[in-house]
């Protein structure tokens, strides 16, 4: 293998494994938030249970999301230093300002909502909760507007070799951006969502045959869930539909390659299924099931704009940008070939499919656990806990495939140009990789992958612990009114120090 695909491999695997963590704690982080605020307003233990088991299982997924989140950044320098020296001044702009002001605040207010039970007044404790949960949609947001500057630059000149940044402002406010930050977080909503439907589906389901008090922090929470999955869902779709009408008009190949479109259509027909080799870029050997003329409306909110396809595409953007990459030693076996302008039609076209199938399905399930719970229904059979259990996949599959995707759906480009933009501002992905050997990557490659194996060990071991021993596992020793702390004072209803939450429930 070329360093090129190398590098490629061990980014995307970094990336995907990271991205595991990262909707996880920012739907979580806000959800927790919120039953931190009803606990507050209406002193009800069970929401404070509930804030307490959930924030535990944050705090075990933010942990590793930092882990894991800290390589990213390296590997500009690592692997893609070219990439780096060319755009790095004004992608950096966005990572500084990630790091230096949404992380800060993230991690600030994440120990004292974690240190703080006994030590600060329940509703400053309450904002810190609130000013962490926000940190980390802010964090997304700098990190979306950076990545969204790679597939639609804007508020750049080109300036001796490379894009020099004219307004910060045109960076964070980019249209791609303004679309990809509501799609992202409220897929990060959509995981959470499924992660308190499946878990707390299983211990309803345990608690089905007793009168258990935790049986209402199961119950608030699957509805808590069912409702916040059912919701995200809505919203990726109206986000999506947006994104939809920016992919045609900024990365008109990528919505071709969604669809394995090789000819152009007026009106074009949206794809649901295809039967045959979807990476044959001429068709002659793929049956597709359409819906007439919905890709049109997808793309431009009528049912007869024209979609191109890939043939006409592959021609403009040879015209365009060149039919062959630069003679230069550094791109190895690439130097002076033919530039492929195709990404890889069965990534792009399953992966678009595998994102909206796995998120509706998602959906199903939550809205399924809400019917059969209704009143103070609990199904007896099994399928209804492995059903929600296996549904917590979902979620996270899709998002991973929307990712995938996005990235591997704007080759061969690493910085996409923007037809309408400042000419040389585009980077090919042959030409963004550093100078390496292949035996240099390999280690990295190895050592990267086998590190995070035994991560997602810990944190798989770690959150099943955690799962399976319950709310009472979460809690402190002697906590809530059963043991020596509780609402009845600071000490304890015998006078004595109670738990590192007793001053909590007596503020």
Same mark, same amino acid.
């Given at each position: 293998?070329?360093v ?12 995907v ?10 739907g ?5 938030a919120?039953?931190?605020t009803?606990?507050?307003?209406t ?17 075990v ?9 800290i390589?990213?950044?390296f590997?500009?320098?690592?692997n ?15 990572l ?10 993230e991690?600030t ?7 703080g ?7 400053v404790?309450?904002a ?9 949609v802010?964090?997304a947001y ?7 500057w ?6 750049a000149?080109?300036?001796?070799g490379?894009?020099?940044m ?9 249209s791609t ?7 992202t977080?409220?897929?990060?909503f ?6 308190l ?15 258990d008090?935790?049986r209402?922090?199961w ?8 409702w916040?999955?059912a ?6 779709a ?6 939809g ?7 008109p ?8 479109l ?9 794809s ?20 007439p ?12 704009t024209e979609v191109?396809g890939? +043939?006409?595409l ?5 015209? @365009?940008? %060149?039919?062959n990459?630069?003679?230069? /030693?550094?791109? =190895? ?12 039609l069965?990534?792009?076209?399953w992966g678009f499919?595998i ?18 719970t ?6 007896d ?15 996270f ?6 990712w ?14 923007n ?13 963004a990789?550093?100078?390496l050997?292949?035996g ?18 810990? +944190? ?7 799962? @399976?021993? %319950?709310?009472e596992?979460a809690l402190? /020793?002697?906590? =809530?009114?059963?043991?020596s702390?509780?609402p ?10 109670g ?9």
């Amino acid at each position: 293998m070329e360093v090129l695909d190398l590098a490629r491999w061990q980014f995307g695997i970094t990336t995907v494994y990271h991205f595991l963590m990262v909707p996880l704690t920012i739907g979580l982080s806000v959800l927790v938030a919120g039953m931190q605020t009803a606990w507050v307003r209406t002193g009800d233990e069970r929401y404070y249970r509930m804030t307490r088991f959930w924030g535990k299982l944050l705090l075990v997924n933010f942990a590793m999301g930092v882990v894991t989140g800290i390589v990213q950044e390296f590997q500009f320098g690592m692997n893609w230093s070219a990439y780096s020296r060319f755009v790095g001044d004004v992608f950096g702009a966005p990572l500084a300002m990630e790091g230096l002001v949404a992380f800060f605040v993230e991690s600030t207010f994440l120990g004292l909502w974690i240190f703080g039970w006994d030590r600060l007044p329940k509703r400053v404790h309450l904002a810190c909760a609130w000013a962490f949960s926000l940190a980390t949609v802010a964090s997304a947001y700098f990190i979306l507007a950076a990545n969204s500057w790679m597939q639609h630059p804007v508020g750049a000149e080109f300036v001796d070799g490379k894009p020099t940044m004219t307004s910060i402002w045109a960076v964070l406010t980019n249209s791609t951006a303004l679309a990809a930050i509501p799609h992202t977080i409220a897929g990060a909503f959509a995981v959470a969502a499924s992660f308190l439907v499946g878990i707390a589906c299983w211990h309803l389901w345990r608690k089905r045959r007793t009168d258990d008090a935790d049986r209402r922090v199961w119950r608030s929470s699957v509805k808590l869930g069912a409702w916040t999955g059912a919701v995200a869902f809505a919203v990726l779709a109206i986000t999506g539909d947006v994104q939809g009408k920016l992919m045609f008009e900024q990365q008109p190949m990528k919505m071709a390659a969604a669809e394995a479109l090789c000819h152009t259509e007026q009106p074009a027909s949206f794809s649901i299924l295809a039967v045959g080799d979807v990476a044959d870029a001429d068709c002659e050997n793929v049956k597709t099931f359409n819906v007439p003329a919905l890709l049109s409306f997808l793309a431009h909110g009528d049912f007869s704009t024209e979609v191109k396809g890939i +043939e006409q595409l592959v021609g403009e953007y040879q015209e @365009r940008y %060149g039919t062959n990459y630069p003679d230069d /030693p550094a791109l =190895g076996e690439l130097a002076g070939k033919p530039v492929d302008y195709v990404p890889s039609l069965p990534v792009t076209y399953w992966g678009f499919r595998i994102m909206i199938g796995f998120g509706a399905l998602s959906a199903a399930i939550g809205l399924a656990a809400l019917w059969l719970t209704r009143g103070d229904r609990i199904p007896d059979s099994r399928w209804f806990p492995r059903l929600a259990l296996a549904g917590i996949a979902l979620p996270f599959i899709a998002n991973s495939a929307g990712w995938i995707f996005t990235e591997m759906g704007r080759q061969p480009f690493v910085v996409v140009p923007n037809p309408t933009g400042v000419d040389g501002v585009w980077m090919y992905t042959a030409t963004a990789v550093s100078e390496l050997t292949t035996g240099e990557v390999w280690t990295s490659l190895i050592a990267l992958t086998s590190v995070y194996a035994v991560l997602a060990a810990v +944190e798989v071991f770690l959150i099943v612990r955690y799962v @399976r021993g %319950g709310v009472e596992a979460a809690l402190p /020793p002697g906590d =809530g009114p059963r043991g020596s702390g509780g609402p009845d004072g600071p000490d304890g209803p015998d006078g004595k120090r109670g738990s590192d939450d007793a001053l909590a429930f007596a503020y």
